[in-house]
């Protein structure tokens, strides 16, 4: 369906921008700001060791600290029972909703009955995977597809991600190279996650599950060293 | 209604007074600790600030180039750009959009555009349901207000007032309440608004940035309702200011280091969500329309100005939560979209410098504001040259330049001066009673309200001058 016609404001706000601007070489500036974005550069970093170990770390603790719980596995193929576990001991429905990335482990085994598909407002548990996660803040990176609809990790009250510790990144600037390394074009959402969705607009009294999940637990994937 | 008569009127609103005293110790300290915290992992705050000014004078220096460069690369990865020139061009596109895609419900992100724009008033003219859906904006819809913060937009409300909302909207009796009651309402809210998102046809949100590399709108949420608004509706609809570009992902990662910790004080905020043009074949999931509507409403005008600083604001609230000017009225009594040090700036500057005579006074000058603004925005200069442009254009109320006209006349009459200032401290001399201090100060006797004033030594500067020399 087509829009309204709107050049003419378009023309017009453009031409204040430019008086405002006042600056000649359209073209020449323009090839310049495009070259600047083929090469990006960062500004200050923080200065925090990233061997896996330490990532690891840190990653556990910053997601902690914004109130997601954490707990560490192997295997992948230990997931489950660790989903599994983590719903008992809160008393949560063992219906849930899943990314297809995560929806190929065996959920039947433990005991969970898992639906691959984009969530609805009925589901009380989603479980996902990560594209990365950055340990400075103890943030998840998901990105939506067609095998990992953004519903999963906003609609149901509960929030599980299965995190491997190999896909944990330094900064947000480490996140975002790896999504022009690894997925070149942008998904139509990149979300950063970190902790249950909250608000203070309560007399500022910060309460969790505004909107989001009002939980949100991490499972770790990989070696201890 | 005037500012002084807002003002007036808010200093004596028991209950306002005490929300606000409530939150301000909490925006300070909270803040405070966020931006402490950067230390621990060896970031210098100035430096951030200094490298956020940079980026952002960077885009002011070429925001036509970078505005075309956004709108191409917006418009491939799938988006539509429209243009606005002001509020009411705003208004009229978002209607048209609406009415074109049979929108009956429209769900909203917090968006202080739109409230520029007055898009709720346009919305519901057109028979379309605005529901506000932070929780913060909700109560304020529902109490038929504007925000008066631009991240708290219910700072002024009790939880008596919300109560007293709550019960009318959701139809139930009211109930006392205390603290230990937020989680139960916020739970009641949130139940009552999902059903706003599911079956909303149209999402609106702001964009607190738009990313030039790669055509994104950047939204920065703690609740989680800027991401069901710009998932679940078919339509979304971004409107935002042509300043809010950055350049590079890079770029914005820097400004997330400082927008949440001098907003909230988080190291960062809940949900930091890129949204790049719309739904993709096999998606299961989010609009199938998006639309980016880019608005000057004034800001074009700014550029290559005295006030081009000001377009540096990424709205974090820091100026006016450490504004005693704002902790005096809230934001209401500002009259405009924008409170507090940035909104006594900005609202001259976007709405007409004469119909905002008494904001860019509306400061103690302790420049609070300057030294906190993540991007060292220069607030008290700003407001000092709006004066002096008031004084410039003749628009100064004719007895403050007759009082300052007699002041010149009498200054160059030195003899004349001492005189009457000779008089004048004999006179506050007089003033002081037994308490060795001013308590009532005669001929303006509200300056002395809520404060006693010093007792001055009776002599003139000239005499106490002369004295010491004679010493
Ligand atoms: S003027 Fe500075 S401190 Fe105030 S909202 Fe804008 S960026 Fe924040």
Redo the contacts with the bound molecule.
Sequence with gaps: MSLPDNTAARDEILDRVRRGVARQDFEVRRAAAEAALTAPTRGPQPHMATDTAALRARFADKAAALASSVESVVRLAEAPAAVARYLESHGLSKQAVATAEVGALDWTLAGISVAVRAAVDADTVGISGCFCAVAETGTLLLCSGAETPATVSLLPETHIALVPVARLVATMEDAFALVRAELGDMPRALNFISGPSRTGDIEQTIVLGAHGPCRVHLILIGETS | MHFHARAAERVRNPVLQKALQKAKPLFVGKRAKGVASLADDGLDFELLRSTAESIRNRVLADLDVWLDIFETRARVSGAEVLWARDGDEVARLVVDIAQRYGVTKAAKSKSMLSEEAQLNEALAAAGIRPVETDLGEYIVQLAGEAPSH?IAPAVHKTIGEIEALFAEAHGRPEQPRTSADIPAMTQEARAVLRQHFLSAEMGISGANFLIAETGSAALVTNEGNGRMVTTLPRVHVVVTGIEKIVPTLEDFSTLMRLLPR??TGQTISNYVSLLTGTRREGDQDGPEKTVFILVDNGRANLLGSAWQD?L?????????NHCPVYFSLGGHAYGWVYP???GS?LTPLYTGIENALDLPHASTGCNQ?GV??????P?PKLMHGLRETQVERGLRPWRERFALRAWAWVARRPALYRWLTRGAVRYLRWLVDGSGRIRVFGMAPGWTDGRDLAAGSGKTFHELYAARKRA
């Design positions: 631009i001098s907003a000001m540096r604001c990424i709205r974090c609230g820091a100026c006016m507090g040090p940035m700036v504001c906190v603004c993540p991007v060292r925005i607030l």
